[in-house]
């Protein structure tokens, strides 16, 4: 089945530890996005990357890392320097021939101890 | 910085009734979208919207860009118990990087 998978689905960590989350798709999208969602509010853009080797800040980057080495992934690293790192965290991919329309994956919730 | 603004933030009502929900900006996009999203997954998308005055239908739901490009709007017509959810617009304002931009959500609440 083609589509976009993120694992783990539940996360916890203790404060001051550095965690990545995975982020793969199989649908031969180009641009790939990492957004975080807190309670009752919508999606806030982290990072995103249009191609391999290449990805640039949303608007809330601080404390995050990604790398793009291979097309199909995009990790996400929370380090310990984002302040408030407890939330769900949605991945999502497109095709850069219609941008728009992006295809998210189930979400991991990270909680922090 | 570039806003969607989404309302109602909730609703409850009663199962076979009509919904409508939607967003306005400040801003003018050339794409928007509605997705809805259940507890703890990721959204699914549910209407495109690419041109202005656009009017798409996907089964009991309906969507409308429009004219002005400011605005978009989502009804669910004889809604059902399964319609339950959080339902977000996003507006696309950077075709060149596909940035979108997201509402708050309105919650959906269905009473059989």
């Known amino acids: 089945d083609g589509g976009i998978t993120q694992s783990p689905k539940y996360l916890f960590r203790k404060e001051g530890q550095n965690v990545t989350l995975s982020c793969e798709q199989n649908l031969n999208h180009d641009a790939m996005y990492w957004y975080r969602q807190d309670p009752g509010q919508g999606l806030r853009l982290i990072y995103y990357?249009?191609?391999?080797?290449?990805?640039q800040k949303g608007d809330i980057a601080e404390g995050y890392s990604v790398s793009r080495e291979k097309k199909e992934s995009f990790p996400l690293t929370v380090t310990s320097a984002q302040k408030n790192p407890t939330a769900f965290y949605l991945c999502a991919s497109s095709s850069m021939s219609t941008s728009s329309t992006q295809y998210f994956g189930p979400g991991t919730r990270l909680t922090v101890l | 910085g570039q806003q969607l603004n989404q309302s109602p933030q909730s609703m409850f009502i009663q199962e076979g009734e009509d919904v409508s929900m939607n967003c306005t900006s400040s801003?003018?996009?050339?794409?928007w979208l509605w997705y809805k999203q259940d507890p703890g997954e990721g959204p699914v998308l549910l209407i495109a919207l690419y041109k202005a005055g656009e009017l798409t239908s996907n089964g009991r739901l309906t969507a409308q860009f429009g004219i002005t490009r400011k605005d978009s709007f989502l009804n669910i017509s004889a809604s059902i118990p399964s319609d339950v959810g959080i339902y977000f617009c996003?507006?696309?304002?950077?075709?060149?990087?596909?940035?979108?931009?997201f509402g708050q959500g309105t919650t959906l609440q269905v009473k059989p």
């Open positions: 990357s249009q191609i391999v080797n290449d990805f």
């Open positions: 801003s003018i996009f050339n794409t």
């Open positions: 996003a507006g696309l304002y950077s075709s060149n990087t596909g940035k979108l931009i």
